[in-house]
């Protein structure tokens, strides 16, 4: 039993977060009583702000406060024509720690996986066709997972591209096959990005 | 870079967390806003009631957001006479899951350190005294963690409750030297409550 009902239901709600059990909970709850109210009531506010107010980019569908997020919004990265599409925002924040790129993503918010109903639709590939058709990319690059739905995610992605005419290319060397694209180190995905192949 | 200044405001707040690196900040932030804004916004309400209204029994200075906490008041736990003296909050709960002690606590918040200017006074012992000369305990079992601080705690302790003549005890088999009471197995913190030895 805890002390205060209070305390319990700080520590039964710090069990949201990915991989908190109860007792790194309560080591949580004790930490920020103990030594760091002052971090505990600003992560309080941020809390509430971005669970509120971060939405999807409107021309990429990453998480952004805004109508258009800071990469979409940038004239440099539009210069290069350039899409990689990937499946989520967590996966951007790895391809920019390579360097490599420099164009602009488009995020899917998941993968195709029809025996859950998503389908195109779901993963906003009628967003993606329509900037296909009214912007002009040089080329887009396909770096979804390389699981057996990320491929055929890729695929799906890939025909569209062809049949609008516009090159498109897969990452491929040094990822891991069955692995997370998020987990990868830079290093390997840096090569995966410098051996990509043109799919014709 | 991130998406988004609202998202690294977030990544950066949940560092405030022990134990939470750049990386997990990234996972937990991201997991929130795909899978679970209700729990986030449900965290920050509780995260703001609890590091604004959690305070310290006026009995025993655990952490609680009553004047007196729940075991404090509890008429069966009075009548033990029984007063188990740790030095933080998590102790209580590692003493209360073995369920061989069923008296009060009194917590130190700490442990008596001249050298950082933590004395008597700063671990309440103050407030112990005047306690053990008012109410009428048939014994004070010292639970301070097995380290010099803790020893050289509990001996203070044990001085001031030997000169009122009061029963006193110092947990003492199975506790490794040099570890935390909080990180011990239930088995073994049972062992050193049944073994316990009195002072005299
Ligand atoms: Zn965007
Ligand atoms: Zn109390």
């Not at 491929?172 to 014709?200: K, N």
Request: aromatic share 4%; charged share 20%.
């Amino acid at each position: 039993m805890q002390t205060s009902p209070l305390l319990e239901n700080l520590i039964e709600a710090l069990r949201c977060l990915p991989g908190v059990g109860p007792k790194s909970a309560q080591r949580m709850a004790y930490h920020l009583l103990q030594r760091d109210r002052s971090g505990g009531m600003a992560l309080s506010r941020v809390l509430t702000e971005a669970m509120s107010q971060i939405g999807h980019c409107e021309q990429c569908r990453t998480f952004t406060e805004e109508d258009v997020c800071t990469i979409c919004c940038n004239p440099r990265r539009q210069n290069t024509g350039l899409l990689c599409v990937v499946e989520m925002p967590a996966d951007i924040q790895a391809i920019e720690q390579t360097g490599q790129f420099s164009g602009r993503y488009f995020v899917l918010m998941g993968h195709l996986s029809p025996l859950d109903g998503i389908g195109p639709k779901e993963i906003g590939l009628d967003l993606l066709q329509h900037r296909l058709e009214t912007e002009s990319f040089t080329e887009v690059i396909l770096a979804t997972n390389p699981t057996i739905e990320g491929d055929a995610t890729a695929n799906y992605i890939a025909e569209i591209c062809l049949q609008l005419g516009i090159k498109v290319s897969r990452i491929a060397h040094g990822i891991p096959v069955g692995g997370e694209l998020e987990m990868v180190d830079g290093t390997t995905l840096t090569h995966s990005f410098i051996g990509r192949r043109q799919i014709e």
